[in-house]
């Protein structure tokens, strides 16, 4: 069974700068997806950046880039400039194509004025 | 376009009582279709998976089960709920390498 880890419950940043945040993973698997969600206080999951495991090149869009190490497992996300609006739970998450989608337990980010 | 509906948004229900949550899909055929369970601050527990109409994975051993009666319908019951099966329930459906999340329910269980 594949595991997320996010070895962050909490972490917080000031508004304009770059903070990063951790996830590794663990699986058997060649070929599969990796997430950042994002939960605002709505609760409601926003997709941040999805990477797929073939591709080498590290996955981004506007300010999100991810740092994606396969041999390493691991897969973290560079939030730059960071926005009083980026403060949420941010998630994790793996897929194996066709199976289960499994998340990590989740970093608080608190962006502060 | 894909869209899922999830209802209801808050529900409470006193201990003992039945239960039926409901997902509904549209824009899309035959997809995976998951419930996910969060506590207050936590992380998201799968509970159930479904590649398939009748074909139901469940992931933890618990006080609910599932169903797929419909290729685009996923429903989350209990007989009688718990305390502890209070919560925040989301529903979601994975398209084009993509998975796309209800609005969640709410659930109190008193």
């Known amino acids: 069974a594949q595991t997320v880890t996010q070895s962050q419950p909490e972490m917080s940043v000031q508004e304009a700068e770059t903070v990063t945040l951790s996830c590794t993973y663990d699986t058997s698997e060649n070929n599969y997806y990796l997430f950042w969600y994002k939960q605002p206080p709505s609760r409601q999951m926003i997709l941040v950046i999805r990477?797929?495991?073939?591709?080498?090149q590290n996955a981004t869009e506007n300010r999100f880039s991810v740092n994606f190490q396969k041999a390493a497992k691991s897969f973290s996300l560079k939030i730059s400039d960071s926005q009083l609006g980026d403060t949420a739970m941010y998630f994790c998450?793996?897929?194996?194509?066709?199976?289960?989608?499994?998340f990590g337990g989740g970093t608080r980010l608190m962006v502060k004025p | 376009s894909q869209t899922i509906h999830q209802w209801p948004a808050t529900l409470v229900q006193p201990v003992g009582s039945p239960l039926s949550l409901e997902c509904t899909v549209e824009?899309?055929?035959?997809?995976?279709l998951y419930w996910y369970r969060q506590a207050a601050g936590r992380g998201l527990q799968l509970l159930f998976y479904?590649?398939?109409?009748?074909?139901i994975s469940s992931e933890v051993p618990q006080n609910l089960s599932a169903s797929r009666p419909q290729d685009r319908q996923f429903i989350l019951s209990s007989k009688k709920l718990l305390l502890s099966d209070s919560g925040f329930y989301l529903c979601?459906?994975?398209?084009?390498?993509?998975?796309?999340f209800g609005q969640g329910t709410r659930l109190t269980v008193v």
């Open positions: 979601a459906f994975w398209s084009r390498s993509e998975a796309f």
């Open positions: 998450a793996f897929m194996h194509y066709g199976n289960m989608l499994t």
């Open positions: 824009g899309t055929s035959n997809p995976n």
């Open positions: 990477q797929e495991a073939y591709k080498q």
């Open positions: 479904s590649v398939g109409i009748g074909q």
